[in-house]
């Protein structure tokens, strides 16, 4: 089945501490997006990428990375800068002028 | 600046009864738009989308919505909704060549028995 793949699930992070959240697609997608989603605050994008090798910075890009070495993967890395970085995390990939796919998230908690 | 705003946090409506969710878009050039919608802890789902032409666009569970181009906006409405149709609905959007999808805060339905 083609989609996009999201893992962990569920992810703790202590305080510090650098982590990276897995989205792979089979979709053969060219563009892959990274969103933030808090309660009440809908989707803010944090990075996105157009072709390998190439990514852009979204609106709140501060304290994430991102790499995009094959097409169908994109990792997203939180960095200890990240001050608050509790929320649901959701990847997204598209063709050029068609709607987004989604992941089914990674719940990012700092204990 | 692109933005989406959905003006309705909550909604409860009955079983049988009919939905109207709002939506309203600003946008300089012709907006590509999309309804979107996520049960919890899950992902989004494409309910339907509007990218030219007719103005009234079917989805999928029954929904449609209309693009009003005079209001900026984008309703999507079910004559009838179930009780599976709880869940959180997002108006969103395409924007720069689809490089950016700029998505609004989102609309809670809660369906009462």
């Known amino acids: 089945d083609g989609g996009i793949t999201q893992s962990p699930k569920y992810l703790f992070r202590k305080e510090g501490q650098n982590v990276t959240l897995s989205c792979e697609q089979n979709l053969n997608h060219d563009a892959m997006y990274w969103y933030r989603q808090d309660p009440g605050q809908g989707l803010r994008l944090i990075y996105y990428s157009q072709i390998v090798n190439d990514f852009q910075k979204g609106d709140i890009a501060e304290g994430y990375s991102v790499s995009r070495e094959k097409k169908e993967s994109f990792p997203l890395t939180v960095t200890s800068a990240q001050k608050n970085p509790t929320a649901f995390y959701l990847c997204a990939s598209s063709e050029m002028n068609t709607e987004a796919f989604f992941g089914q998230g990674t719940r990012l908690t700092v204990v | 600046a692109q933005s989406v705003t959905q003006p309705d946090i909550h909604i409860t409506v009955s079983e049988g009864a009919s939905l109207e969710l709002r939506c309203n878009y600003s946008?300089?050039?012709?907006?590509?738009l999309f309804w979107y919608v996520q049960s919890p802890g899950q992902g989004l789902q494409l309910l339907l989308k509007?990218?030219?032409?007719?103005?009234l666009v079917q989805g999928i569970k029954g929904f449609e919505a209309e693009f009003k181009r005079s209001q900026s906006s984008f309703n999507l409405r079910k004559p009838s909704v179930h009780w599976s149709d709880a869940a959180e609905y997002f108006c969103?959007?395409?924007?720069?060549?689809?490089?950016?999808?700029?998505f609004g805060s989102g609309t809670k339905l809660n369906v009462k028995p």
């Open positions: 946008y300089g050039a012709t907006p590509y």
């Open positions: 969103a959007v395409g924007a720069d060549n689809f490089n950016k999808f700029y």
């Open positions: 509007y990218f030219s032409g007719d103005t």
